[in-house]
């Protein structure tokens, strides 16, 4: 410690002002021997463990930011598979028919007038009548 000192006062090191050194076997000790690319001593090294230990034991736990699945849905059985479970059978039922659906609206459909429609039309083109 002493050493240390007389490096700060020499200016052999930077100062730190009017400030004094922590002692050794505290936290802040450790990472003055850090920053200065020295290695820690042994009570240094000591007292950053039980810090961190203390600090672990302390710590809350983080919060689960898990939702509740909402089963039945399409987005129910997109939350199953984010989460690499296998889907429920409500939820890949809800995937099957959003599917279906969307497979229905890419098709053209025919009236029967014998008009072939385009599927984004709700009606016939020709005569008029609803899909």
Partial sequence: ???????????LRRGIGNRKLATHGTPAAYLRHLRHNDPPCEACKA????DKRTKKQTSKPMPSR????PHGTLAG?????YRKETACEACRAASADAQRARAKNRTAWTCP????????????SSCGSPR
Avoid at 47 to 50: D, I, K
Avoid at 77 to 81: D, E, G, Q
């Fill in 1 to 11: 410690m002493e050493a240390e000192q007389l490096l700060y006062a020499v200016g």
């Fill in 47 to 50: 007292a950053n463990a039980e």
């Fill in 66 to 69: 898990r939702t509740e699945i």
């Fill in 77 to 81: 059985y997109r939350r199953h598979l």
């Fill in 113 to 124: 007038c014998g008009q072939l429609n385009v599927s984004a039309r709700a009606d016939c």
